[in-house]
């Protein structure tokens, strides 16, 4: 589980704790979206990622 503090400029719960989340698209695969949703959450590509 991770959870992201949010912005404090946010209009919605600014500054608090909320958990990660996405959806898939529909050309993707699970490992796809789990990918794209880590780069657009926290930055991390694919690449940087220890398996």
Same mark, same amino acid.
């Given at each position: ?6 912005? &404090?400029?946010? &209009?919605?719960? *600014? /500054? ?5 989340? /996405?959806?898939?698209? !529909? %050309? %993707?695969? *699970? ?5 794209? %949703?880590?780069?657009? !959450? ?5 690449? %940087?990622?220890?398996?």
């Amino acid at each position: 589980m991770l959870l992201l503090k949010r912005r &404090k400029d946010l &209009k919605l719960d *600014p /500054g608090k704790y909320d958990l990660c989340s /996405g959806h898939m698209k !529909e %050309e %993707e695969v *699970p490992t796809q979206t789990m990918y794209r %949703e880590i780069r657009e !959450e926290i930055g991390v590509k694919q690449e %940087e990622i220890k398996r």
